[in-house]
């Protein structure tokens, strides 16, 4: 499993986490997001290839601004 978070002073306010779940094609795996997505991924790409590619499936909701 791999989660990755991102947190502003100190509190997460965006995580994802996914699980590897085997061969997706010869040379990548799947992974299962935890919204039900599936990603693949080489390995041999590393980590942070794979985080960023986590990262990219969040949709952030639009959010209200006020102005002072």
């Not at 978070?5 to 590897?20: D, E, F, H, K």
């Not at 299962?32 to 969040?58: F, R, V, Y």
């Amino acid at each position: 499993m791999i989660t990755v978070s991102i947190l502003i002073n100190g509190q997460p306010i965006l995580t994802r986490s996914a699980v590897n779940k085997g061969k997706g094609t010869k040379t990548k795996c799947k992974y299962q997001l935890d919204d039900g997505n599936t990603i693949l991924h080489d390995p041999n790409d590393g980590a942070a290839s794979l985080a960023i590619k986590m990262l990219g499936c969040i949709k952030e909701k639009e959010i209200m601004r006020v102005s002072k």
